[in-house]
């Protein structure tokens, strides 16, 4: 008999600035959440009134918006008691929380122990100790190997999030962010491009011309690479980029900021090109001489379903990507059978065919 997999549905509270040290150059928690924080109690009765059991989800309760465990200590755990009360009552059936690797220490691990806590995410950020000064972290990066490790070594999921294209941050820091994150044990993770939000350190460092934000191009690039990173590790990207609301959803304008509510698509669709074009490269090159006119060549590529969107590129780029620069009549994408359930890192695209006419 087939398991059908449930969906994922959180249930956020947002704990917005709460129980961070510091304000990070690139942080302006209250525009990305919008959020004013609730007493436990509050949030206990919103979530009763917008939310019911749902066999058809797997839902969890989320501790969102700021550093979850370095809240102040009886804050915390009224939270945790509200969403214990929730995962006893069928709403939910565990607890997520975001936080610092600064702020998971034995004595917090102890208490989150005691209540249905599922997966911890951590915000590392960069693994680069430069980037980390630089962006004002607060702490270094041994400290969030340490943290990854000891999450994963008490039994909670790890979730490891990261940002690309920080101040003094390269591309190769982001590869190796990537893998460190997937060493340590993590299941899933978040890749989030920088954005340069009003009101943050960061917004004045454009302004004075100290950080250049990167364009679409430069961003796509960089976060696919590290998605494949996450791919080829089995580790599944959970969301890349903010989620769109009213302070984000702005083009790239007078404030210098970069948002793109498509980025998601961008990046992933960026991915599956650079899988193709290792494909055709490598087909082009055993036909090199076998047709006079190059451009009556088409490639076929043989794609599973579920990525037949993604391989044809965001509005079709990938398509128009590669009959441009390789001069191909056509590109056909093909759907595939068990032949494109392949490792992860090829996103589901098994394999190219070039017909010559």
Same mark, same amino acid.
């Given at each position: 008999?087939?398991?059908?997999?449930?969906?994922?549905?959180?249930?956020?509270?947002?704990?917005?600035?709460?129980?961070?040290?510091?304000?990070? &150059?690139?942080?302006?928690?209250?525009?990305? /959440? !919008? =959020?004013?924080?609730? @007493?436990?109690?509050?949030?206990?009765? *919103?979530?009763?009134?917008?939310?019911?059991?749902?066999?058809?989800?797997?839902?969890?309760?989320?501790?969102?918006?700021?550093?979850?465990?370095?809240?102040?200590?009886?804050?915390?755990?009224?939270?945790?008691?509200?969403?214990?009360?929730?995962?006893?009552?069928?709403?939910?059936?565990?607890?997520?929380?975001?936080?610092?690797?600064?702020?998971?220490?034995?004595?917090?691990?102890?208490?989150l122990r005691k209540y249905p806590v599922k997966n911890i995410e951590l915000g590392i950020q960069s693994m680069s100790d430069k980037v980390m000064r630089i962006t004002k972290r607060g702490h270094e990066a041994n400290q969030s190997l340490d943290?990854?490790?000891? &999450?994963?070594?008490?039994?909670?999921?790890? /979730? !490891? =999030?990261?940002?690309? @294209?920080?101040?003094?941050?390269?591309? *190769?820091?982001?590869?190796?962010?990537?893998?460190l994150i997937c060493r340590c044990g993590a299941s899933s993770s978040r890749i989030y491009p920088t954005v340069v939000l009003p009101g943050t350190e960061l917004f004045s460092m454009k302004e004075k011309g100290e950080y250049i934000s990167s364009?679409?191009?430069?961003?796509?690039?960089?976060?696919?690479?590290?998605?494949?990173?996450?791919?080829?590790?089995?580790?599944?990207?959970?969301?890349?980029?903010?989620?769109?609301?009213?302070?984000?959803?702005?083009?790239?304008?007078?404030?210098?900021?970069?948002?793109?509510?498509?980025?998601?698509?961008?990046?992933?669709?960026?991915?599956?090109?650079?899988?193709?074009?290792?494909?055709?490269?490598?087909?082009?090159?055993?036909?090199?001489?076998?047709?006079?006119?190059?451009?009556?060549?088409?490639?076929?590529?043989?794609?599973?379903?579920?990525?037949?969107?993604?391989?044809?590129?965001?509005?079709?780029?990938?398509?128009?990507?590669?009959?441009?620069?390789?001069?191909?009549?056509?590109?056909?994408?093909?759907?595939?059978?068990?032949?494109?359930?392949?490792?992860?890192?090829?996103?589901?695209?098994?394999?190219?065919?070039?017909?010559?006419?």
């Amino acid at each position: 008999m087939k398991t059908i997999q449930k969906k994922h549905r959180n249930i956020p509270v947002f704990v917005s600035h709460e129980g961070c040290p510091n304000a990070c &150059v690139f942080c302006n928690q209250k525009t990305i /959440t !919008g =959020q004013v924080p609730k @007493s436990a109690e509050e949030y206990y009765e *919103e979530i009763h009134r917008d939310f019911s059991p749902d066999e058809n989800y797997e839902t969890q309760i989320a501790f969102f918006g700021g550093s979850f465990t370095a809240i102040d200590r009886d804050r915390m755990i009224s939270l945790l008691e509200m969403g214990k009360r929730i995962v006893n009552e069928g709403i939910a059936e565990s607890i997520r929380l975001s936080t610092r690797p600064d702020a998971v220490g034995d004595d917090i691990l102890d208490i989150l122990r005691k209540y249905p806590v599922k997966n911890i995410e951590l915000g590392i950020q960069s693994m680069s100790d430069k980037v980390m000064r630089i962006t004002k972290r607060g702490h270094e990066a041994n400290q969030s190997l340490d943290a990854m490790r000891r &999450v994963v070594s008490a039994g909670f999921e790890l /979730t !490891g =999030q990261m940002m690309t @294209s920080l101040p003094a941050s390269t591309p *190769e820091d982001e590869i190796m962010t990537a893998e460190l994150i997937c060493r340590c044990g993590a299941s899933s993770s978040r890749i989030y491009p920088t954005v340069v939000l009003p009101g943050t350190e960061l917004f004045s460092m454009k302004e004075k011309g100290e950080y250049i934000s990167s364009s679409l191009e430069d961003t796509v690039s960089r976060a696919s690479r590290v998605y494949e990173v996450f791919a080829k590790n089995n580790v599944r990207v959970l969301r890349i980029g903010l989620c769109s609301n009213e302070d984000v959803r702005r083009p790239d304008g007078d404030d210098g900021s970069f948002y793109h509510e498509a980025i998601g698509e961008h990046v992933i669709s960026r991915a599956c090109r650079n899988r193709m074009e290792k494909l055709l490269m490598e087909a082009l090159s055993k036909n090199v001489g076998t047709v006079k006119d190059e451009k009556k060549k088409t490639a076929v590529f043989y794609v599973s379903p579920k990525y037949i969107s993604p391989a044809a590129g965001y509005k079709k780029a990938n398509k128009n990507y590669f009959t441009e620069k390789y001069g191909l009549c056509e590109i056909k994408l093909q759907t595939a059978g068990e032949e494109a359930t392949v490792v992860p890192e090829n996103f589901g695209i098994a394999r190219v065919q070039i017909l010559c006419r």
